[in-house]
């Protein structure tokens, strides 16, 4: 059976997992059926919508593509916009094309744009009937006229409504005093007419008044999730309207001006409350971890500081983690980074009471040490993200532990840990799989012929008297330790040649995995200077899953633990073998470059910076011969590499190549720092 053979609704579910963009430029052009499947309206229910297709399409050709798929399309994305990539897209083509007449775009529920031009605003509202969730930049909404809000009254069954973070290119800008108010005034007016809101975020917005906040808590009762994201003005007033049983389950209230005694009113008001976070809330100490813990007892997910905000130092000690232990029993995610107050006790506690904890971040928390990893080792086995980054006195005695124990686990991140050596994750050797049990099983039978299976499938022996003699117990009891002591020293043999074997593979081109392995996806072991490439093999041998993995300013490494990783895990995604510093650098050469070239064939992202002993030719070898498409990051003293058409000389796999480089910068006078995009198609680019 061909592919061509395949059922349409296998072709349209293998067609799901490719971007819009490659179906619309590559697979349709295969032929006529698969052209027709790349229109069906089930692929196109949610379009992230992109400046490189505005410029690749025509208006007739996108207007087009919308009147085919528009009725599946249900949510229209701006996805790079908001990602502050596309600062000069306009988005007026998509808008016009929407609001022709014969396209229909009822179903869209859902709308994520930056901005929307005020005469585009009421026409698209009004075609859109169906629209149930909007999101728009802080900046157009501040800074439009007040058209947004009184246009934002035309849609009562709204249940979604997002302010985010602006464009950064925007430059600093400053109002007059009245204009707080009158944004406010509106905002609030808008939400009065919204009764239905059930999710409401609003960021960056440090100009909302207490009073906007009561009036969405008045009008909106059927509210589940509020996020105020660096909105300092709001204080414990602003929760004066909360309901006595209020709905919500999800708080967040990031670098707001909230205190123990609001933290107090709104658990008593929210018992429902699974997700809470007052990252950079300055005033809220161990006594609203105490209100959560008595009032909330659904309480999953807690974030007391995050690391995006580093002026902030979390006021939790360890009795607040006290507390949790007590009372949180079903917490599945904990923040608290750079928390001085909290040490290996407060840690330990949670870590026995809170056993279904899946994500822990205690990044910057300066008195953890390996006691807290063995302890998470051994009672909470569903982990899945860890992060100890700045963690300064962890070491292999606890990561050992951890990787092997938490068979979940896929994100660990130990980076600027010095003390961090002799990684070793054999004890994957030792744990027992149902094949081996089987094969156990299996020998035992073949030692023992004459066993029956009894009624209830049990392994029985037979009375057999050549075998076994009914007057004399001791003979049978000596046979069949005879047979069990050389069945074990046989199966004791076999693991140790397999072992050997395993062993001597390392030499070969590849790197098997063992019969058990780590998930582990993530790995970030940068500035950990004391790795070396016996950690390297480690990593290679018991992680062959990993995507990511970090080794910046591992000076200890060299070519020969480079090979390990690109050998072993072969899946990797991205890749970080930069120096990290100014005054030591990695002894890596173009050998490492040669190795990753040659097995690493899905990496993406190479990052290579201040490496010296790394040439002009090594990096044209890794140009002519890694997967594309890749963007490598490095540092050269070779301006020639400026020049692209010395890059994209026929040579190697890569022989249609096209390559981009765009210079960073140049610092102490002869040190170019570059980004090379390679890639064979525009298809490429947006991967």
């Known amino acids: 059976m061909e592919i061509l053979d395949l059922p349409e609704e296998v072709l349209l579910l293998i067609f799901s997992y490719v971007p819009l963009y490659n179906l619309f430029f590559s697979v349709q052009q295969t032929c006529l059926a698969w052209r027709d499947l790349c229109f069906h309206h089930s692929l196109w229910g949610t379009v992230h919508y992109s400046q490189q297709i505005d410029e690749k399409l025509t208006e007739e050709e996108l207007l087009s593509v919308l009147k085919s798929v528009s009725r599946g399309l249900q949510h229209l994305v701006f996805e790079k916009a908001f990602q502050h990539r596309e600062t000069d897209f306009s988005f007026l083509k998509i808008l016009k094309c929407i609001l022709h007449q014969d396209v229909d775009v009822s ?155 609001g933290m107090e009113h709104i658990c008593r008001s929210c018992p429902g409350l699974r997700n809470v976070s007052f990252a950079g809330c300055m005033y809220v100490t161990d006594i609203s971890i105490k209100h959560l813990c008595t009032h909330c007892p659904n309480l999953e997910s807690l974030c007391v500081s995050d690391p995006e905000i580093f ?58 040490s390996d006691n807290t990893l063995q302890v998470l080792a051994q009672h909470c086995n569903h982990l899945q993200t860890v992060n100890f980054s700045e963690c300064v006195h962890l070491t292999g005695k606890g990561i050992n532990p951890l990787v092997t124990s938490c068979k979940w686990l896929k994100t660990l991140n130990v980076a600027n840990c010095p003390f961090v050596q002799n990684l070793n994750f054999e004890a994957f050797d030792q744990i027992e799989t149902p094949y081996d049990r089987y094969l156990k099983e299996k020998e035992i039978l073949s030692k023992c012929p004459d066993k029956l299976n009894d009624d209830n499938g049990r392994v029985t022996l037979a009375a057999d008297p050549e075998l076994v003699e009914e007057n004399n117990p001791e003979n049978s009891t000596q046979t069949c330790d005879n047979t069990n002591h050389k069945t074990y020293e046989k199966s004791e043999l076999d693991r140790t040649r397999a072992r050997a074997n395993f062993l001597n593979a390392l030499t ?64 990797l995604k991205l890749l970080n073998i930069s120096s990290g510093s100014m005054i030591q650098k990695m002894c890596l050469t173009d050998q490492s470059l040669v190795s990753i070239a040659t ?48 890059l994209s000389m026929d040579s190697g796999v890569n022989s249609c190549k096209r390559v981009n480089v765009f210079c960073r910068g140049c610092y102490k006078g002869n040190i170019y720092h570059l980004d090379v995009l390679l890639y064979n198609s525009d298809g490429h680019i947006l991967e």
């Open 508 to 571: 070969c081109s590849s790197i098997p995995s063992p019969k058990v392995h780590s998930e582990l996806r993530f790995l970030n072991l940068g500035l950990c200077s004391k790795v070396t490439d016996h950690c390297l093999r480690q990593i290679a041998m018991y992680c062959p899953d990993l995507r990511e993995l970090d080794i910046k300013g591992c000076f200890n490494t060299t070519d020969l633990g480079i090979s390990y990783i690109a050998r072993g895990c072969q899946g």
């Open 107 to 261: 179903n869209i529920s859902s709308l994520k744009i930056p901005s929307i031009p005020n005469e585009y605003l009421e026409p698209l509202v009004d075609k859109c009937t169906g629209l149930s969730s909007i999101e728009v930049s802080y900046y157009y909404a501040y800074c439009s006229n007040g058209e947004f809000f009184v246009t934002m009254k035309k849609l009562p069954h709204l249940k979604v409504f997002k302010i985010t973070e602006s464009s950064k290119c925007i430059e600093t800008f400053a109002e007059p005093a009245f204009h707080q108010n009158r944004f406010n005034e509106l905002l609030a007016d808008m939400f009065s007419g919204l009764l239905e809101l059930e999710v409401v975020h609003i960021a960056s917005v440090n100009k909302l008044y207490d009073s906007t906040l009561c009036a969405l808590l008045d009008a909106c009762k059927n509210m589940k999730e509020l996020a105020l994201y660096g909105c300092d003005g709001i204080s414990n007033a602003g929760f004066q309207s909360l309901p006595e049983k209020s709905g919500i389950t999800s708080l967040h209230l990031n670098s707001t001006s909230v205190n123990d005694k």
């Open 599 to 646: 097995h690493c064939k899905g990496l993406r992202q190479l990052f290579i910076e201040k490496n010296p002993l790394m040439s002009l030719d090594g990096y044209k070898n890794l140009f002519d011969h890694c997967s594309l498409p890749c963007t490598v990051s490095l540092t050269t003293k070779s301006p020639e590499i400026l020049k692209t058409d010395i």
């Open 311 to 368: 002026y902030h130092k979390s006021n939790i000690t360890d009795g607040g983690l006290d507390y949790l232990s007590q009372n949180s029993h079903a917490l599945r995610s904990l923040t608290m980074c750079n928390s001085a107050q909290i040490s290996d006790l407060g840690l330990d506690q949670l870590a026995r009471s809170c056993s279904n904890l899946m994500q822990l971040d205690v990044s910057g928390c300066l008195s953890v």
